[in-house]
């Protein structure tokens, strides 16, 4: 019989994220009433799991002592028996209540994101005057856009199941069900044309709608910078892979990461375009990236270095039928 | 007296508490005891007696004045003639000269095996004897020594604008930090003990001994000695000298400095240890940078503010300092001229003395733009930012001045006592406006103020290198200057980088030759500033200062593929114009291929070359397909601070017009002269109610011309002559988009991008119901036309072009007919 274990201390982690970019134009947004609360009551959440946590330390303090004391003898006495058994349902009961705790906090962060998300969607628009209108077409410089992409990767909620739970899909590595269907505004891969010369790309896009009688998406490319409208293509459904819309804990749920040496399509570091790559390693933690290897034959190995892409733009590769016939 | 092993009293504390317990102690001996011991100096005055001083007899108890002097056997009587009838204020204050003389001969005679030093010993000495009955002892005037400040700028100044030079744009927190530290270095350099000219000369082999001689004499007498001795006029080492004293002893200070703190860092409180072990080898290293400069602005002596600077051009070819490790500070002779010895009446001045040093130095801080501290002293002397006149030449110019209300204080502003009065400047908003703009900057750099949730994040006006600047200040990138030279054998990292920087190159120019890039990489005539980030090269410039043509050519740029849209590039580019200037190169010169326009021209560059064609042609080669582009530097601009001094600019605009308008709000019933009887047909500008007190001034010139102002005012002969150029506008082939309005079923989205739809038939409309009454309005709306068809199509497109032909088409007809002028004039 293994010894009870646990994990670390629970810490107010990302609960509000502050940053520190200075705001431009003296305008600085106010945090609304509702958002305030909902910090508040997210702070004695957090702050209750702790006392969760701590009452059950005891527990399993105890049952640790009993093993230790079991060891020395010879025979395990029913005595120890009973006295473990008892021991450990009240663990068990604590836990329970403790991941309780962890769900309600959880589900508040995700109320507080929302309500921000909302918020900032309110706020981008309304465009600001007719002169930055006519000037940028109201597009976030490229520089911006990136950021916003690692962004999103951070944000990126991770999937917690019951144990034994499988993986859904869109989580992590596992890729989505055939009839999954994207909805709108969601960000996915799309391999389009994007200049008539061109080899197709994978590129990043922003889905608008779906016609489901041709099984055809019409997408945006994220990156609006020089043109008025948003750039558009109509790409089948086979030409469309979602982001995952859950990241894996390599911890609990590491069959949902992609293997070393697996071919992926990955996102270019600092670009919007999904490259063939090759997992050079996995990521260790959940903030961690993957570190990938980009076909590239003006590498002498054919490879790029290992470059970081956060999971959130791994995909599962797909081979299209052009590439096939070739 | 207490005296450490080489016979100099330590310039700690306990010593000098000894030498004030002992003058306690003489001053409380009996009167006649007191001018026993100042006689001594004092020559007999009996007849013809050439005793030179009181001698005490052999062996007395009690003390007369008719004793007897052991040297000359006339009574002590005739040796204290002159003070005989001194008050006993006088007295003790005579007294306290001769103990000091006392000091000052214990101190010559322990000064054995250096002559020279003793020299300047017996010189004061000699001084003090020579003026110890003064009511005042006067400032040590001596030809060969000369008067502090030695030199101009003196190091204080030299250190503000430094702080002000380097630090002014960072925010509060790091400023206050490095301001700090400045402080700091003040305050160890006026305690710091200079080293002896002959141990000087065995640890740095390329001074000039006879200047630091010089100087070290100079120290003794107005620095070292006066700490323990009262009645000489003690000046601050950094008050009293300049560069050339600064440069000899630099780097034997930050030497022994950084032991000392080393050593002594078990001691230190917490956050003073990372403080100075973490951040003030920083500051040394850029320091030394500026000190062994030829061109750093710091040693300017009308140096203003971190914008103000005009880098004299340096002697051709003299200071191109190859790379930081490779000598760049220990190198070369720095102009050490004769010591510019400043117009006297210096000496009366009141120098702060060490313990006002340490004075709390309390800032209002709104000083992290462009405000001038003085390290020196406690208070600060209110900014103020002009903002005409003087602010046409410079665009950052924020000054400290001195305040409107007197002080009792004594001005200690360092700025004002090593530069004399600083020059008037006019006044526009005076004290209320700096007010205004101290209060702004106090929000803007308030990190707390300006927390907002994430929207900081998404915030667009963020500028480019915003991000860049911030890993900079973190230590996450960093920038090396790398050459490759034959005369000296570069560091293995730098040769190591080289090759990076030439692996990187040949990635992200795959259409140079690997060969090319390779041969211009390590050539030695060309530099590179390499962006390096984790010890990798991960971007650079490669380029070749031409310095006698002051100009310098851009061969290569390029940033890792996985590191683009970071900010580097523009930051890299920035600091290689702040290189440039500080080299006098203030002409950046380019081959852009069609990829590298766009760069370029966002880093300011245009393909307009300023540069006289005699200065580069023949000296940089041309290349086939690509583009000369020129960067034509301005030495007054801190490139890598352009965009935050901007952003505070403009936010300090914005509120001045905020708080402008609150002043004046005032709403204006709304114009009824249209809407009367026989109402007027046109109303200037100017007469609106209102416009003139929001301080909205007519442009002086009527951009019209004389006929155009006649023709204006009969609308029946306007209406013709624009009847006749619409009707030629509409016969031109090229005319036919813009007949009619649009339609949305042709053009997706047209109204909700296109606010002020205008087309011909609709410009005919107006005419016929005589909507044109003056050129203005008709221009306007032909305006419209072409602007609406460019803003909704994309550039390159046919409308687009058609538009921009169209347009021409127009002004050439209006030309023609004398009917054009620039509305926007």
């Not at chain 2, 003639?81 to 204020?89: A, R």
């Amino acid at each position: 019989m293994s010894k009870a274990k646990r994990g670390g201390k629970v810490s107010a982690h990302s609960s509000h994220q502050s940053f520190s970019r200075g705001g431009g134009g003296g305008a600085s947004v106010e945090i609304s009433p509702t958002i305030t609360n909902m910090l508040e009551e997210l702070k004695q959440l957090v702050k209750k799991t702790q006392e969760e946590r701590t009452k059950g330390e005891s527990t399993i303090l105890t049952i640790n002592k009993t093993h230790d004391k079991m060891k020395q003898e010879v025979r395990i006495s029913p005595y120890f028996k009973q006295k473990l058994v008892g021991l450990y349902t009240n663990a068990l009961a604590d836990a329970k209540n403790e991941v309780g705790m962890l769900d309600q906090a959880l589900n508040k962060l995700a109320e507080i994101k929302q309500e921000v998300g909302e918020k900032k969607a309110r706020s981008t628009a309304i465009p600001r005057n007719i002169e930055d209108v006519t000037k940028r077409t109201g597009t976030m410089r490229r520089g911006m856009l990136m950021t916003v992409l690692q962004q999103y990767a951070l944000e990126q909620p991770v999937w917690r199941g019951k144990p034994g739970e499988n993986p859904p899909p869109l989580c992590g590595c596992t890729p989505a069900e055939d009839k999954y269907k994207c909805q709108p505004e969601d960000q996915v891969a799309a391999r389009v044309n994007t200049d008539t010369n061109e080899d197709e790309q994978w590129i990043l896009a922003v889905v608008v709608s779906y016609n489901s009688h041709y099984h055809r998406y019409i997408v945006d490319d994220i990156d609006e910078e020089g043109h008025i409208e948003k750039k558009q293509y109509q790409v089948s459904k086979r030409r469309v892979i979602p982001l995952p819309t859950w990241k894996a804990d390599p911890s609990t749920t590491p069959q949902a990461l992609f293997k070393p040496g697996q071919k992926v399509l990955a996102l270019y570091p600092q670009t919007t375009c999904f490259y063939p790559a090759v997992i050079h390693e996995q990521p260790k933690t959940v903030e961690a990236e993957y570190s990938v290897l980009f076909e590239d034959n003006t590498y002498f190995e054919g490879y790029s270095p290992p470059l970081d892409v956060p999971q959130r733009y791994v995909l599962p590769m797909r081979e299209t039928r052009r590439r096939q016939a070739q | 007296m207490a005296s450490s092993s080489k016979g100099l009293p330590r310039r700690g504390g306990s010593a000098l508490q000894k030498i004030a317990q002992k003058k306690e102690h003489v001053k409380q001996l009996p009167r006649v005891k007191k001018i026993e011991r100042i006689s001594m100096y004092l020559s007999c005055q009996y007849g013809a007696c050439s005793c030179q001083g009181w001698r005490p007899p052999a062996s007395q108890e009690t003390l007369r004045l008719s004793d007897t002097c052991r040297s000359c056997r006339h009574p002590l009587e005739n040796h204290c003639i002159p003070i005989k009838e001194q008050s006993d204020e006088q007295l003790d204050r005579i007294l306290m000269v001769v103990f000091d003389m006392d000091n000052i001969s214990l101190q010559a005679r322990s000064e054995r095996e250096d002559i020279d030093l003793r020299k300047n010993y017996n010189l004061l000495f000699h001084f003090l004897k020579k003026n110890m009955l003064q009511p005042r002892i006067p400032p040590l005037v001596h030809d060969k020594i000369g008067t502090p400040p030695f030199e101009r700028p003196t190091i204080t100044k030299a250190i503000t604008n430094f702080v002000a030079y380097k630090f002014n744009n960072l925010p509060q927190a790091e400023w206050q930090m490095m301001y700090d530290l400045a402080k700091m270095f003040l305050y160890c350099f006026n305690h710091w003990k200079l080293e002896t000219p002959t141990n000087h000369a065995h640890s740095s082999a390329t001074d000039d001994h006879k200047v630091y001689k010089e100087n070290y004499t100079r120290w003794i007498c107005f620095c070292h000695v006066p700490v323990f001795c009262e009645s000489l006029q003690k000046f601050d080492t950094t008050h009293a000298f300049g560069r050339t004293l600064l440069s000899s002893v630099f780097l034997v200070l930050r030497r022994q400095l950084m032991e000392r703190f080393t050593s002594e860092q078990e001691k230190m409180i917490p956050e003073k240890r990372n403080l100075i072990l973490n951040h003030f080898p920083r500051f040394l290293n850029i320091l030394e940078a500026e000190i062994f400069s030829t061109s750093s602005p710091i040693w300017r002596e009308d140096f203003t503010t971190g914008g103000d600077v005009v880098a004299a051009p340096s002697p051709a070819g003299s200071s191109f300092a190859p790379s930081p490790s490779s000598a760049a500070g220990l190198a070369g002779p720095l102009s050490v001229g004769p010591a510019s010895v400043g117009p006297g009446s210096v000496g009366t001045r009141d120098y702060p003395n060490p313990s006002s040093f340490r004075a709390s130095y309390v800032i209002p801080s709104p000083a992290s733009v462009n405000v001038m501290p003085s390290p020196g002293q406690a208070h600060f002397t209110s900014p103020q930012i002009s903002m005409s006149g003087e602010a046409a030449d410079s665009p950052f110019h924020i000054s400290p001045h001195q305040s409107k209300g007197g002080r009792s204080q004594p001005n200690y502003d360092t700025s004002s006592l090593d530069v004399g009065p600083m020059p008037k400047r006019p006044k526009i908003e005076g004290q209320d406006s700096f007010q205004v703009a101290s209060d702004i900057l106090q929000t803007v750099t308030d990190p707390r103020a300006m927390l907002g949730p994430e929207t900081g994040f998404f915030d667009e006006q963020v500028s480019r290198d915003h991000t860049a600047k911030h890993e900079e200040r973190n230590g996450i990138i960093c920038f090396q200057l790398l050459h490759n030279s034959i005369k000296v054998k570069p560091h293995d990292d730098h040769l190591i980088w080289l090759l990076e920087l030439k692996q990187m190159f040949s990635r992200q120019l795959p259409r140079m030759p690997v060969d090319y890039i390779t041969r211009i990489v390590f050539d030695t005539k060309h530099y590179s500033l390499a962006l390096m980030k984790e010890k990798r090269v991960i971007g650079g410039i490669c380029f070749r200062p031409f310095v006698q043509q002051s100009f310098a050519e851009i061969v290569f740029c390029a940033v890792a593929a996985n590191e683009h849209l970071k900010g580097y590039g523009t930051h890299m580019m920035n600091n290689l114009k702040d290189y440039c200037i500080r080299h006098s190169l203030l002409h950046l010169l380019t081959y852009a291929d069609s990829t590298a326009i766009g760069y370029f021209k966002k880093q300011g560059f245009s393909k307009d070359i300023k540069l006289p064609r005699p200065h580069f042609v023949g000296y940089i080669k041309s290349y086939e397909g690509a583009l000369l582009m020129e960067c034509e530097l301005n030495p007054k601009i801190p490139y890598t601070h352009l965009s935050d001094i901007i952003k505070k600019q403009k936010t300090i605009v914005h509120q001045l017009i905020e708080r402008k308008q609150a002043e004046i709000r005032k709403v204006h019933p709304g114009l009824s002269c249209f809407r009367e009887r026989g109402g007027a047909k046109r109303l200037e500008l100017k007469d609106i109610p209102g416009i003139l007190e929001t301080g909205w001034k007519p442009s002086g010139e009527d951009p019209r011309t004389s006929y155009q102002i006649e023709l204006e005012s009969d609308i029946e002969r306007l209406g013709e002559a624009l009847s006749n150029v619409l009707t030629e506008l509409k016969d031109h082939p090229i005319s036919r988009p813009f007949h009619d309005p649009v339609n949305e079923a042709q053009a997706p989205n047209y109204y909700s991008i296109i606010k002020f739809p205008m087309d011909l038939n609709t410009v005919s409309e107006r005419l016929a119901s005589r909507y044109y009454n003056c050129l203005r309005l008709f221009i306007s709306d032909m305006k419209w036309i072409f602007n609406n068809c460019r803003l909704y199509n994309e550039k390159g497109t046919e409308l687009y072009k058609m538009a921009n032909q169209f347009e021409k088409f127009f002004i050439n007809k209006m030309k023609s007919s004398g009917l054009w002028y620039d509305i926007n004039a």
